[in-house]
């Protein structure tokens, strides 16, 4: 069974300033911190549990997802030390590795053990379809950081949440941002990994965009991405399109750049990642990433600099995408449990007449159905300059 037991449990912290007698077990795969359990003689508060599902199956999925986790993991704890909850919360971790059987066998897990209250699905999630039906089933309440399958707003679940905007609306802002371009008005192509959901995504954009002007290339790896600019660069492409991996994106701009191509590349939540300026230099200088993920390295206000000061003295580094996410998700829930919550029927029907939740990264409040309401619904656009990601202002 796919799972990590990752204890979030900062109430110990407090018995170890007060005596308490504490043992370390095996470090966490993932996270690389072990689990803290406490002899503490005092009284044992009560546990409830919070399911965190990812899919690590691909290569680059722990680094993707662990800012997310560690996030979630960190509301928790602070609201713990600083006495918001009457209850302990442990944040496990479930890895379906995208086999629908390991699915099934987490769902079962889950809904069969009445102390888990609610579930955090994590970013980049693909088949949250079956999970949010079964634990719709269940009375699971379900806050998702993943904006894959757009459809899920539509299918009548009552404990779904989206966090984040959906892949549709992620196409729609791509194609608003890229019709904006100067180099819009040239040859536009679209370039995608070898996976058939980049396939499915480079389709969505191509349709967002009223059909690509230009070809579409099939990048199938790092050592593919020669033949692939040469095919971009040879159809006179202005902008591409990018549906993939970071790691052939990478690939992919080093390669244009060095053959003199004067290509924009434009991609999406998978190209927002701190590797890809670092690792492509000045040869990324322009890229345009879109994600609705927030970055608040910039942010003047006193919470979310508190966040990423606490997120940095924990974990030596600033938040990743979707940290911020997953912060809110937490905190959604940490609400809920500090009104005196302590089941998932009671987690649920909080949630449902809580009414809107303003976070660090977005005001959350929820149309029918689950996905964010219209106005909420927010994708950002970031340029590779200097090395970094900076945000940029969306076109009207």
Same mark, same amino acid.
């Given at each position: 069974?796919?799972?990590?037991?990752?204890?979030?449990?900062?109430?110990?912290?407090?018995?170890?300033?007060?005596?308490?007698?504490?043992?370390?077990?095996?470090?966490?795969?993932?996270?690389?911190?072990?689990?803290?359990?406490?002899?503490?003689?005092?009284?044992?508060?009560?546990?409830?549990?919070?399911?965190?599902?990812?899919?690590?199956?691909?290569?680059?999925?722990?680094?993707?997802?662990?800012?997310?986790?560690?996030?979630?993991?960190?509301?928790?704890?602070?609201?713990?030390?600083?006495?918001?909850?009457?209850?302990?919360?442990?944040?496990?971790?479930?890895?379906?590795?995208?086999?629908?059987?390991?699915?099934?066998?987490?769902?079962?897990?889950?809904?069969?053990?009445?102390?888990?209250?609610?579930?955090?699905?994590?970013?980049?999630?693909?088949?949250?379809?079956?999970?949010?039906?079964?634990?719709?089933?269940?009375?699971?309440?379900?806050?998702?950081?993943?904006?894959?399958?757009?459809?899920?707003?539509?299918?009548?679940?009552?404990?779904?949440?989206?966090?984040?905007?959906?892949?549709?609306?992620?196409?729609?802002?791509?194609?608003?941002?890229?019709? %904006? =371009?100067?180099? !819009? $008005? &040239?040859?536009?192509? /679209?370039?995608?990994?070898? #996976?058939? @959901?980049? +396939?499915?995504?480079?389709?969505?954009?191509?349709? %967002? =965009?009223?059909? !690509? $002007? &230009?070809?579409?290339? /099939?990048?199938?790896?790092? #050592?593919? @991405?020669? +033949?692939?600019?040469?095919?971009?660069?040879?159809?006179?492409?202005?902008?591409?399109?990018?549906?993939?991996?970071?790691?052939?994106?990478?690939?992919?701009?080093?390669?244009?750049?060095?053959?003199?191509?004067?290509?924009?590349?434009?991609?999406?939540?998978?190209?927002?990642?701190?590797?890809?300026?670092?690792?492509?230099?000045?040869?990324?200088?322009?890229?345009?990433?879109?994600?609705?993920?927030?970055?608040?390295?910039?942010?003047?206000?006193?919470?979310?600099?508190?966040?990423?000061?606490?997120?940095?003295?924990?974990?030596?580094?600033?938040?990743?995408?979707?940290?911020?996410?997953?912060?809110?998700?937490?905190?959604?829930?940490?609400?809920?449990?500090?009104?005196?919550?302590?089941?998932?029927?009671?987690?649920?029907?909080?949630?449902?007449?809580?009414?809107?939740?303003?976070?660090?990264?977005?005001?959350?409040?929820?149309?029918?159905?689950?996905?964010?309401?219209?106005?909420?619904?927010?994708?950002?656009?970031?340029?590779?300059?200097?090395?970094?990601?900076?945000?940029?202002?969306?076109?009207?």
């Amino acid at each position: 069974m796919a799972r990590r037991s990752h204890r979030v449990s900062a109430i110990l912290a407090v018995s170890i300033l007060v005596g308490a007698c504490t043992s370390q077990a095996p470090a966490d795969p993932l996270t690389g911190s072990p689990e803290t359990r406490s002899s503490s003689v005092a009284a044992t508060p009560t546990v409830v549990k919070v399911a965190f599902i990812e899919d690590l199956s691909s290569d680059e999925a722990v680094g993707r997802v662990l800012p997310a986790l560690q996030a979630a993991g960190l509301a928790f704890a602070n609201a713990t030390l600083g006495g918001a909850l009457p209850v302990e919360v442990d944040l496990v971790p479930w890895d379906t590795q995208g086999d629908p059987s390991r699915i099934a066998d987490v769902v079962e897990e889950i809904t069969t053990d009445p102390t888990y209250v609610a579930a955090i699905i994590a970013p980049y999630l693909d088949d949250q379809a079956g999970l949010a039906a079964a634990l719709d089933v269940a009375s699971v309440p379900m806050l998702s950081l993943s904006s894959r399958q757009p459809a899920l707003g539509a299918a009548g679940l009552t404990v779904w949440r989206r966090m984040v905007t959906n892949r549709a609306e992620e196409a729609a802002a791509i194609a608003a941002y890229v019709d %904006a =371009l100067p180099a !819009a $008005s &040239g040859v536009r192509c /679209t370039a995608r990994g070898p #996976d058939p @959901a980049d +396939a499915r995504w480079a389709r969505l954009l191509a349709r %967002a =965009l009223g059909g !690509a $002007s &230009g070809p579409s290339v /099939t990048v199938a790896d790092q #050592d593919a @991405a020669s +033949a692939a600019a040469t095919a971009i660069a040879d159809a006179g492409c202005g902008v591409v399109l990018w549906a993939g991996p970071v790691a052939i994106a990478e690939a992919l701009r080093t390669t244009l750049t060095a053959r003199g191509a004067n290509v924009v590349l434009v991609g999406d939540e998978e190209l927002k990642d701190d590797t890809y300026p670092r690792v492509v230099g000045a040869a990324g200088e322009g890229t345009i990433a879109l994600c609705p993920c927030a970055d608040l390295s910039l942010s003047t206000g006193l919470a979310a600099q508190r966040f990423i000061q606490d997120f940095q003295a924990e974990h030596g580094l600033p938040p990743g995408p979707y940290a911020a996410e997953a912060w809110d998700a937490a905190k959604m829930l940490v609400r809920a449990l500090a009104s005196g919550a302590s089941s998932r029927e009671e987690v649920l029907a909080f949630l449902d007449v809580s009414g809107p939740f303003q976070g660090l990264a977005n005001r959350y409040e929820f149309a029918p159905g689950g996905e964010l309401a219209p106005a909420w619904a927010i994708v950002h656009a970031y340029r590779d300059r200097g090395g970094r990601w900076i945000e940029l202002s969306l076109p009207a």
